[in-house]
């Protein structure tokens, strides 16, 4: 078996075979995103305010000011969720939780949609409060009511992450992602693709989880350009194409994805869906091994021992395999052990 259709069969496992474990994964890595991209910030006329469900887009920034403090002290709604996002996020103030929460909690009971759905959040996550899963229900529910997409999707993962005990009707969970991604939230769309990939609170579909996913990705969505690459190249719901999936592994790689940039070095390295290109390999490989890929590090490090493509150079391949066995990639230990103990460290 080829190394890719060692990764195509891996991938069509944990797409079809291991459900749980990878939605577990899957929520995680969808916190770790939520985490990393910045909370946006309100800023618009005191009228959509008024309105109390504030829409935003993620190019307005605010900085902590006495003047914030001041307007949100008189109860200002826009300043009230800004104030709380600064102390969220550290902007111009020392990063606190605690404070974050108790500006929160007012917008909250302002009514204001966003305040709410952030303030779910922090229940749900442990941040400035303990966790109560049940607590991030009712905040994220009455956002959701209102309108607002984020706290739509917020509710229907949480649910379905089976840890509010008082709300784990699983249907509930599908219908508030179906209504965000019916708006077009890619988040949601990516969510209910998955939903249908492993019957999750619905029949099993992949044709119905591509449609989904190809949504979500057309809008520009990371993780939904990666999985339809990996659809493409396994034929999930759809027809196998190494050519499109290689189109959608490098929209995500693009943008950071160490296992699409992985993927992408792969294809060109067996030469699927195109001529076998070592070099454009080589090149993906190293982005995917700086981002801390383990199997990318691994292939560089088979690169460099068996001189494919390059020059043999054991001290080169040494460090690769180093690094991807610092992270427990068991070949990659194996051929640390056999090199030269002067290679082997690096000398």
């Not at 797409?15 to 994964?25: D, G, M, T, V």
């Not at 910030?41 to 006495?66: C, G, M, R, T």
């Not at 196998?240 to 160490?258: C, D, I, M, R």
Request: aromatic share 12%; glycine share 8%; with cysteine.
């Amino acid at each position: 078996m080829t190394y890719n259709e060692n990764i195509k069969a891996f991938l069509k496992y944990y797409l079809k075979e291991n459900s749980a474990w990878f939605y577990s994964l899957l929520t995680a890595f969808m916190f770790a995103c939520r985490c990393y991209s910045q909370t946006p910030v309100v800023d618009f006329p005191k009228a959509e305010a008024e309105k109390l469900k504030i829409q935003w887009s993620n190019d307005h920034s605010v900085q902590y000011s006495e003047q914030l403090v001041e307007r949100a002290k008189n109860g200002d709604p826009i300043s009230i969720h800004n104030l709380a996002i600064c102390h969220m996020r550290g902007l111009g103030v020392k990063q606190d939780y605690v404070a974050a929460v108790k500006w929160l909690k007012k917008g909250a009971e302002l009514g204001i949609a966003n305040t709410q759905e952030e303030l779910g959040r922090c229940y749900e996550e442990g941040f400035g409060v303990s966790k109560d899963a049940n607590t991030a229900y009712e905040w994220y529910l009455k956002a959701a009511e209102a309108g607002y997409v984020d706290a739509q999707n917020s509710i229907g993962t949480l649910i379905l992450k089976g840890e509010c005990e008082e709300h784990g009707d699983i249907n509930e969970g599908i219908k508030w992602i179906n209504k965000a991604a019916e708006a077009g939230h890619p988040p949601a769309q990516f969510n209910l693709a998955n939903s249908y990939q492993m019957g999750k609170g619905v029949a099993q579909n992949s044709d119905t989880a591509f449609k989904w996913m190809k949504k979500a990705a057309e809008q520009g969505d990371m993780r939904s350009e990666y999985n339809l690459g990996v659809y493409y190249l396994t034929g999930t719901g759809t027809t196998e194409n190494p050519h499109e999936a290689l189109t959608w592994f490098v929209k995500a790689a693009n943008k950071g994805s160490a296992s699409a940039q992985n993927n992408v070095a792969s294809l060109y390295y067996n030469g699927t869906g195109m001529s076998r290109d070592i070099k454009e390999a080589t090149k993906w490989f190293k982005q995917a091994a700086a981002n801390n890929n383990a199997e990318a590090q691994y292939m560089l490090g088979s690169i460099y021992y068996n001189g494919v493509g390059v020059d043999k150079d054991e001290k080169e391949a040494a460090k690769y395999f180093k690094l991807a066995a610092d992270q427990g990639h068991q070949k990659a230990k194996m051929y640390l052990m056999s090199l030269r103990p002067d290679k082997a460290n690096g000398h």
